[in-house]
């Protein structure tokens, strides 16, 4: 894999993971748009998606580091020393916990389908134009509640709509900002909910492409680019995730809606006209 091509998937990763604008579609967009070849062989594209989303991890945890340390300290507490009663911190750290698991039960399930049937150019287009348009329907209704009201309710209704995302073109971030903003929390809250229950799904997807990485090992020649895909995708995470807190504690994710639709249509229109 040429290191250009590196820097730009993770500069892609990187942003698109936490902007509410897909991942994993602008992924397989990206080297679909410019006919690229670098992931002819399927083991490849397994080990650098595992090295891209270690920098993404690195990135939400470094950003939010100090809430981090509270939400683990606390969360250990209320097992180990069978604190009570609870601390707000401790009860959140679990219910971060517990909205990953539909989303992992999910792709565990499911791995070989989403593989196989999801991800073309067609189903990608036409998902970030329905759920861009849904995100802008929800972002219209009014939203008053804060992150320390996250009930175990909402961590099941979210992590539940979080199951879309494992369809590319989705997004994880932008359905579970959609699902949030359903529920009433407000923009701000709904993006820091999203970004924090990005963590222990990213986390948990990690260690498991990990163990199947360290069992093939990594392919010939894709160790530097690798160590490329994590910086560059670890350092325009941490900018994306700063950036849309700052833009949705005065904007609406309207910005984001255009994008998705304008580029689901461009896409339909590159496949209809036979360009691409």
Do not use: E, P
């Given at each position: 894999m040429p290191i250009i091509h590196?820097?730009?998937?993770?500069?892609?990763?990187g942003l698109s993971e936490f902007l509410p604008i897909s991942s994993s579609g602008h992924l397989l967009l990206v080297p679909w748009l410019f006919n690229w070849n670098d992931f002819a062989d399927a083991s490849i594209e397994k080990a650098?998606?595992?090295a891209l989303h270690i920098g993404t991890l690195v990135a939400v945890v470094a950003y939010f580091r100090k809430d981090l340390v509270v939400y683990v300290r606390d969360g250990v507490r209320m097992v180990v020393r069978r604190q009570r009663p609870s601390t707000l911190e401790g009860r959140l750290a679990w219910l971060l916990v517990l909205s990953a698991l539909p989303a992992a039960a999910a792709g565990a399930l499911f791995e070989s389908f989403i593989d196989e049937k999801l991800g073309t150019p067609t189903i990608i287009a036409i998902s970030l134009i329905v759920f861009?348009?849904?995100?802008?329907?929800?972002?219209?209704?009014?939203?008053?509640?804060?992150?320390p009201e996250y009930t175990k309710d909402d961590a099941l209704k979210i992590g539940a709509a979080q199951i879309l995302a494992l369809n590319p073109g989705t997004s994880r971030?932008?359905?579970t900002m959609t699902a949030a903003r359903l529920v009433g929390f407000h923009r701000d809250a709904a993006a820091r909910a999203s970004f924090l229950m990005a963590i222990p799904v990213t986390a948990?997807?990690?260690?498991?492409?990990?163990?199947?990485?360290a069992k093939d090992g990594i392919p010939d020649g894709l160790g530097v680019p690798m160590v490329v895909g994590i910086i560059t995708s670890a350092i325009s995470g941490w900018l994306a995730?700063?950036?849309?807190?700052?833009?949705?504690?005065?904007?609406t994710f309207m910005p984001f809606v255009v994008y998705r639709v304008g580029l689901g249509v461009l896409v339909l229109a590159l496949i209809v006209t036979g360009v691409r």
């Open positions: 590196a820097i730009v998937l993770g500069l892609v990763q650098f998606d595992v861009g348009v849904l995100l802008g329907w929800a972002d219209r209704r009014d939203g008053h509640r804060d992150l971030s932008g359905i948990g997807a990690v260690a498991y492409k990990m163990l199947k990485l995730v700063w950036g849309t807190i700052r833009l949705v504690r005065t904007r």
